[in-house]
């Protein structure tokens, strides 16, 4: 049932544009800019996400680097900046940038071990080998 609601979160209108969940992410991003808050990388992280299950990788990537640039602007030290930094190496890995998606990797993996994220640990290492595994292939 959460799969299917997901898919028509983000399926695509056949317009161009995505809905109903990035327009619902617009309008909080309008919402909070209204007020004068910038601090919305959380937003940007969940749209970059829509974008890559979307297969929009450009996008993804777009929304992830304005995720990292908020949050480090912000110097966001809490557990999100790992989710910033491991979604931006995933998005740079779907684009085949292995360069860059192991240095997001590295710095996501960091956080994960200052944190004492176990599972994160995990899930952040395997996605760097699977970058410095396919590097290999090309």
């Not at 898919?7 to 109903?20: D, L, N, Q, R």
């Not at 919305?40 to 990292?68: K, W």
């Not at 176990?118 to 090309?138: D, F, H, P, Q």
Request: proline share 3%; hydrophobic share 35%; aromatic share 16%.
């Amino acid at each position: 049932m959460e799969v299917a609601w997901r898919f028509v979160w983000i399926a695509p209108t056949g317009s161009g544009e995505y809905c109903p969940g990035t327009r619902a992410y617009q309008r909080a991003m309008d919402t909070y800019f209204s007020f004068g808050y910038r601090n919305v990388q959380d937003i940007y992280i969940e749209m970059a996400s829509i974008y890559h299950e979307l297969g929009d990788n450009q996008q993804g990537l777009r929304y992830s680097l304005m995720a990292v640039q908020t949050a480090e602007r912000a110097k966001d030290t809490s557990p999100t900046m790992c989710e910033i930094y491991n979604h931006t190496g995933l998005q740079y890995f779907a684009l085949l940038d292995y360069p860059n998606a192991k240095k997001y990797f590295v710095l996501a993996l960091n956080l994960a071990e200052k944190f004492n994220d176990k599972n994160g640990t995990v899930s952040i290492a395997s996605n760097l080998y699977r970058c410095y595994s396919n590097e290999k292939r090309i």
